[in-house]
C-alpha cells in the first residue's frame, strides 16, 4: 500500500526558488554574451557557474518534497523521497509514539530549524549562524531532519512538523513519518504484522550507485578534479583579462587573429572534461589510473597557461 504525506506546499516553495534562479542565471547569462569581452564579463561568468550549486540543491529539495511517500507491506514501511528508499522492516518497531508522547519527548530539547542530511551541510551551518535564513534557505524542513530526544536518535522523514508526527521507534533510530490519513496508516500497519513476513529485510537507506561512489569519499581525487576545474576558469580569467590589451593580430603567433588566445581555455576545458570521464570510468578500480588522469588534466593546463602568458606577453 502507498500512502501519501501530509498536504504541504514545501515542493511548489522549492519549484518556484529553483524557476526564479535560473531565470537569474539565464538572464546572467544573456548579459555575459552581450558585453564585450572585459575583467567585468568573467565574474559574470564566475558568478553564473555559482549559481548553479543553489540551483541544483533547490532542485533537490523540490524533487524529494514532490516524490515524497510512505510503502507498506507485510516486511516493511519504505519511505521514498527523491532517488531514496529508507527501508523499515516491520518486526523492528518496537513503538509507536503519537501527539502527547511526541510532546513529551520533544519538551525541552533543542530547536532544530530545516534539513541537515549528508546534502544539506552548507544550508545547516548557514542557518545555525543566521536563523533568519531558515525561511529563505529550507525547503521541506522536517524531510531528512536528524535530532536527538531523550537521547534517542530521531530522522524526520515527514511534511509536518515534528509534533505532528508519528514516530516509529526501533533499536537502532526512530523514524518521524507524516501520512496523510494516520488512522488507516497505523491500521494497515496493524494487519500487516498481523500477517508476518514474506521474508527479512535489513534497516537500511538505499541510494542510487552514482551517490556510492568511493570518489565522492577521497579526498585526493575530488581535491585533483576540483582542481582541474580551477584551472580551466584561471585560464579563461587570464585570457579574458588580457585580450583587452592585445592588438589585432598578434606579432608573437604569426600575426593571427587576437581572438585565438581562448584556444587556451578550450583546451583546459577539454582536457579536464576528457581525462575526469575516463577518470570517472576508472576509478573505482583503479584509484591511481583516476588520480593519474586528474593530475595530467591539471599538468596540460599549466602547460597551457604557460604558454597563454608567453603569446600574450606585452
Given amino acids: 500500500m502507498t500512502f501519501k504525506p501530509a498536504p504541504f506546499l ?30 567585468s564579463t568573467f565574474f559574470l ?3 553564473s557557474l555559482l549559481l548553479w550549486l543553489p540551483i541544483l540543491y533547490v532542485a533537490w529539495r523540490a524533487w524529494t518534497c514532490f516524490t515524497l511517500a510512505y510503502w507498506i507491506d507485510r516486511n516493511a514501511i519504505t519511505v521514498v523521497y527523491g532517488p531514496v528508499r529508507q527501508t523499515i522492516p516491520l518486526g523492528d518497531i518496537q513503538e509507536i509514539r503519537r501527539a502527547a508522547a511526541v510532546a513529551d519527548w520533544q519538551q525541552g530539547a533543542p530547536v532544530v530549524q530545516g534539513p541537515n542530511g549528508e546534502a544539506d551541510w552548507a544550508v545547516e551551518r548557514l542557518v545555525r549562524r543566521w536563523p ?24 524526520s522523514l515527514a511534511s509536518q512538523p515534528l509534533a505532528d508526527q508519528i514516530l516509529l521507534v526501533t ?53 585533483l578534479l576540483a582542481a582541474g576545474f580551477v584551472g580551466f576558469l ?21 600575426n593571427l587573429d587576437r581572438r585565438l588566445i581562448f584556444v587556451f581555455p578550450a583546451f583546459g576545458l577539454a582536457v579536464w572534461l576528457i581525462n575526469g570521464a575516463w577518470g570517472l570510468l576508472v576509478h573505482r578500480r583503479h584509484r591511481i589510473a583516476a588520480a593519474l588522469l ?12 604557460v604558454a597563454l602568458l608567453s603569446v600574450t606577453r606585452g
Fill in 45 to 47: 561568468f564566475v558568478i
Fill in 294 to 305: 586528474f593530475s595530467g588534466a591539471v599538468a596540460a593546463q599549466l602547460a597551457a597557461l
Fill in 171 to 223: 533499536v537502532q533510530r526512530t523514524y518521524g513519518i507524516s501520512p496523510d490519513d494516520p488512522e488507516r496508516f497505523l491500521a494497515a500497519l496493524d494487519d500487516f504484522h498481523a500477517l508476518g513476513p514474506t521474508h527479512l529485510v535489513e534497516q537500511q537507506r538505499h541510494w542510487p550507485a552514482v551517490a556510492r561512489w568511493p570518489l565522492w569519499q577521497d579526498p585526493v581525487l575530488m581535491g
Fill in 132 to 155: 533568519g535564513l531558515a525561511r529563505w534557505l529550507c525547503y521541506g524542513p522536517e524531510l531528512g531532519t536528524r535530532r536527538v530526544l531523550k537521547g534517542k536518535r530521531v530522522n
Fill in 10 to 39: 514545501e515542493g511548489r516553495r522549492a519549484a518556484l526558488a529553483t524557476g526564479i534562479l535560473l531565470v537569474v542565471n539565464f538572464v546572467l547569462l544573456i548579459v555575459f554574451f552581450a558585453k564585450p569581452v572585459a575583467g
Fill in 234 to 254: 584561471v585560464l579563461l580569467g587570464v585570457a579574458i583579462f588580457r585580450f583587452t590589451g592585445l592588438p589585432y593580430a598578434l606579432p608573437l603567433w604569426d
